[in-house]
């Protein structure tokens, strides 16, 4: 299995990215996949995650108005679109997987079992 993050960038505060994740690999159709943040000097934290079983998402309440995350099951890949971006949303942006079928998400990161190598989003005028 393997995870690939893309669509980080430097954006000014106020303005907009997409992330996208693709899964390769997995075999199954039904998991979680997680959205995961940590900026410099700070520990890694859970963003928002959506159940490929029954499209159910969650996220976090710091992002809960700004940032939707989406799924496109045929093609296992998972968006995270941010809007109205802030400073402290600077951060390494990292996706991960949950290979369990499951009804919900979560985003405990002792609980995925495969992660991608991050893309990096800065977010400063």
């Known amino acids: 299995v393997q995870l690939v993050e893309s669509g980080g960038g430097l954006v000014q505060p106020g303005g907009s990215l997409r992330l996208s994740c693709g899964a390769y690999g997995v075999s199954g159709d039904d998991y979680s996949i997680g959205w995961f943040r940590q900026a410099p000097g700070k520990e890694r934290e859970g963003v928002s995650c959506i159940s490929s079983k029954t499209g159910g998402t969650y996220s976090v309440e710091s992002v809960r108005n700004r940032f939707t995350i989406t799924i496109d099951s045929a093609k296992k890949l998972v968006y995270l679109q941010m809007n109205d971006l802030k400073p402290e949303d600077t951060a390494t942006y990292y996706c991960?997987?949950?290979?369990?079928?499951?009804?919900?998400?979560?985003?405990?990161?002792?609980?995925?079992?495969?992660w991608g190598k991050g893309t990096l989003v800065t977010v400063s005028s």
């Open positions: 991960a997987i949950d290979t369990y079928a499951q009804a919900s998400c979560h985003v405990v990161s002792s609980a995925m079992h495969y």
